[in-house]
């Protein structure tokens, strides 16, 4: 069984791309796969904002996952990359016509418990970012 969970790193996308980026930093070009269709697949949207998460983690706003090395990482969050992780993470948290995120959560009844502390994180996100 599958990591399910509301938190950012609560899940199986999340895990595997922290296992990806401790492995050998964050190249965002190899995550492009998760975000190639129209509609955002599960992975994709817990892809999405775990970058979110990791972004305001590199900027000292949020604990650091496992025990990621944040030096490796914080290089690939230029204004660009954070721009571009904002969008996918509205895409992600838009509805269930683009989610599969957000309409998974939604059958569960649990939307809100997901969704409010993603919607928070991305504002707080933008708010600490200069734009591109």
Do not use: C, H, K
Not at 5 to 24: K, Q, T
Not at 25 to 44: H, K, P, R
Not at 71 to 90: G, H, I, K, L, S
Not at 107 to 130: I, K, N
């Amino acid at each position: 069984m599958g990591a399910w969970g509301a938190g950012p790193w609560e899940n199986d996308g999340a895990l595997d791309l922290l296992a990806e980026v401790g492995d050998g930093g964050l190249v965002v070009e190899d995550l492009a796969w998760a975000f190639e269709d129209e509609y955002l697949e599960v992975d994709g949207g817990q892809i999405a904002l775990a970058l979110v998460d990791l972004a305001l983690a590199v900027r000292g706003l949020r604990p650091v996952p496992g025990d990621l090395d944040l030096d490796r990482v914080a290089p690939a969050f230029t204004p660009e990359v954070v721009a571009w992780v904002a969008e996918q993470a509205d895409r992600a948290l838009a509805g269930p016509e683009t989610s599969e995120a957000y309409e998974l959560w939604e059958e569960a009844g649990s939307l809100d418990e997901w969704r409010l502390p993603a919607v928070a994180a991305l504002a707080e996100l933008r708010a600490s970012s200069p734009t591109p």
